[in-house]
């Protein structure tokens, strides 16, 4: 019997790059015993590999990957993520894991992200100007940049030093945030092989009192996720309907992760990963092994659900 193919494509040309070959390696060998894997790699300077490090043109790609019946991009974050790869596998009408080109576009810029939990009834961070941190010293701020992931560019400025410091570095693609003091809960919304929507135990990052959870903590060393998260069942109830109404309201595919804080008043939505970090260790995988599921399980459903997903 003949065995699929999936495409995994990893690289890219942004800051994500490492964590996107240490989420390809990861699916890589979930996949090796059921499937034959196409090992696809995009250069920092948007060259293309194929295999065993066997470099190739565009063209000869495509064609590499047009042999697969499946793809599983797992690309993070600008050309990539925001909706890039998408557009390329729609174009050449192969089967793929993860969110179209709408919804992955709109779920990379974060100011587009909140208007759409807003829309759906979910409270967000306050906008904080430049002119008010500068004239009034609203401090501190949390300062980020509007596309990107894995916290690259995250930071929390208490001073205006700190704060001019970080604008500097972020670039003029900025968003400053009041800061929420809270819990960090994390959900992983799952679509089934019947459209519906399941959801994870939900995770929490442990944080201390005005710290960010940015790339080094999250790639430095064991983050000491809390999962299932110590929620009430209310808590539980409205995080995951409220996950879900984002993941819906954005038009989301395969899975995402929706990041929320937990304050005194309740919910605030932070961000969505149309394709999170799938390591072994990443969060999404953390929280299905807590409903029961292995890794090598959710990577193998998130293809099965890609694969005989009806044609649009």
Request: proline residues 5%.
């Amino acid at each position: 019997m003949t065995r699929p193919t999936v495409a995994v494509i990893a690289g890219g040309r942004n800051s994500e790059h490492d964590v996107s070959l240490a989420s390809a390696a990861g699916i890589r060998r979930a996949l090796a015993d059921d499937y034959d894997v196409l090992d696809v790699r995009i250069g920092r300077d948007g060259s293309w590999t194929i295999g065993d490090r066997r470099r190739v043109s565009a063209s000869v790609a495509v064609a590499e990957v047009l042999r697969a019946d499946v793809a599983f991009p797992a690309l993070h974050g600008v050309n990539g993520e925001d909706g890039a790869i998408a557009g390329f596998l729609e174009i050449i009408g192969l089967p793929y894991v993860g969110s179209g080109v709408v919804a992955s576009a709109i779920a990379m810029d974060k100011r587009a992200t909140k208007l759409v939990a807003q829309s759906v009834g979910v409270r967000v961070a306050r906008d904080v100007p430049v002119s008010e941190v500068r004239g009034r010293g609203t401090l501190p701020v949390i300062v980020k940049p509007v596309t990107g992931g894995s916290s690259h560019g995250v930071s929390l400025a208490r001073t205006l030093p700190e704060f001019e410091r970080a604008l500097a570095a972020t670039g003029a693609d900025v968003m400053i945030e009041e800061v929420v003091v809270g819990r960090e809960i994390d959900v992983a919304v799952l679509e089934e092989a019947d459209g519906s929507l399941s959801v994870a135990p939900a995770l929490e990052i442990p944080r201390e009192p005005g710290s960010v959870f940015d790339v080094d903590a999250k790639y430095g060393g064991d983050p000491g996720f809390l999962v299932p998260a110590p929620l009430s069942a209310l808590e539980l109830e409205t995080i995951s309907a409220a996950a879900m109404a984002i993941f819906r309201a954005l038009g989301c595919r395969g899975l995402a992760r929706v990041d929320f804080f937990l304050d005194d008043r309740g919910l605030v939505f932070n961000e969505v990963n149309t394709m999170p970090g799938m390591t072994e260790h990443s969060q999404v995988p953390a929280m299905v092994r807590a409903a029961g599921m292995s890794y090598a399980d959710l990577i193998r459903s998130l293809i099965e659900v890609a694969r005989h997903r009806p044609s649009r």
